[in-house]
């Protein structure tokens, strides 16, 4: 059995310091989930609309979402906007404008689809039922919309949790910067290092996300059923 | 703009969109496969293989793949596993990108209702006339949707690549930033050649989509 180098977790403060990169991740995708949640549902219902100029221009910045990768991104916001137009930004606030724009977008776009998917009959119904347009929308619509919108947007919340990773890309100090700090800090104590912190990272981002995925999943199928 | 630059810098990143493509083409091919493998040994409940697969998708689906390539890349070979940094790029997308479809493809064979199953079996049709003629057919046609979706989410990942120093789009685009300082002309063509490998798959894939939509059926 090699050494597995899991020991280097151990020494000083390392697994804290694991745990700090960890939150420094968190803290970018979750207050990034904040801006994409309070911007992305207004937006969404502004796409419901029929007018052309609103479909064409959410429609552009959907696709430019929807193809660019998430790296290019970030790479267009820190590096590109800092040299045109000469400010200094921040990576960690370069991060939290990439994923808060790419968020907004995928929000944006469950809502759409969640109150595209309701039947016309169920508005005709409740307006036949005497039912104001206020009532409609909170007791009719809403509810239902919510029930189809909640398991995919916390699905969401996990793919943003798991993407936050690139930023150190940009040279944020997040989890996996640390880790490769501490490996190369103990380069000479314990060559194996890097199974152990690359491993214990793997795992700290699973044990992040897939009790979010499980409780998407569980929703899901509960609110299929009725 | 500088368009000497941009003529200078074309064939670099040519040569990185190459790269790209080919080790993306081999991890989805592989991704594929594996899902539509990972997807009927859960759709069958095969015992043991399932539960393996299934504590593999959710792995897989649960965590960045930077991390993984990471794992694979520089842990592997502490324990004695070198891995080449193609082969690995290639081996990380096709195993994030298995759990994906494999989830995409049950999801299609469940979507298929069983009095379809039924009919065909009183029709006369042996078990592997169902699963070939009726089953897979509609299953496919089901999940084209997030079939889709899925390819262009693994080409948009491999834009990680160049953390384990494979000359991709991205590590071109970051060396040549970090030697000439061309930003504004680095970051258009990255932007361009982005857009020129997944610009296509979008379009392909909706095609594709509209063609399916007749295949369903009941609708």
Known sequence: MPNLGIEVLFKGSNMARLLGGLWVSLRISLIAVGFSIGLGIPLGIVMTSKSPVIKVITRLYLEVVRIMPQMVLLFLVFFGTTRAFGWNLNAEVASVIVFSFWGCAEMADLVRGAFISIPKHQYESAKALGMNSFLVFSVIILPQTLRRLLPLSINLVTRMIKTTSLVMMIGVVEVLKVGQQIIEANRTSSPNAAFGVYGTVLLLYFIGCWPISMLSKYLEKKWNKS | ?219
């Open chain 2, 1 to 219: 703009m500088n368009w000497e630059v941009i003529g200078s810098y074309l064939p670099l990143f040519w040569k990185a969109m190459l790269l790209t493509l080919r080790i993306g083409w081999i991890g989805i091919i592989f991704a594929i496969l594996i899902g539509i493998l990972c997807a009927i040994v859960r759709f069958y409940k095969i015992p043991v293989a399932s539960q393996i697969a299934g504590v593999y998708i959710e792995l897989f689906r649960n965590t960045p793949l930077l991390v993984q390539l990471f794992f694979l890349y520089f842990a592997l070979p502490r324990i004695g596993i070198p891995i080449r940094a193609d082969f690995c790029g290639a081996l990380g997308l096709a195993l994030l990108g298995g759990a994906y479809m494999a989830e995409t493809f049950r999801s299609g064979l469940e979507s298929v209702a069983k009095i379809q199953t039924e009919s065909a079996l009183s029709l006369g049709m042996n078990k592997s006339q169902v699963v070939t003629h009726i089953i897979f057919p509609q299953a496919f046609s089901v999940s084209v949707p997030s079939f889709v979706a899925n390819i262009i989410f693994l080409l948009k990942e491999t834009s990680v690549f160049s953390a384990i120093s494979l000359m991709d789009l991205m590590f071109t685009a970051k060396d040549l930033i970090g030697l000439y300082y061309k930003t504004t002309e680095c970051l258009t063509l990255l932007v361009v050649f982005y857009a020129l490998i997944l610009i296509p798959v979008s379009v392909l894939g909706d095609r594709l989509e509209r063609r399916v939509r007749h295949a369903e059926f009941g609708n």
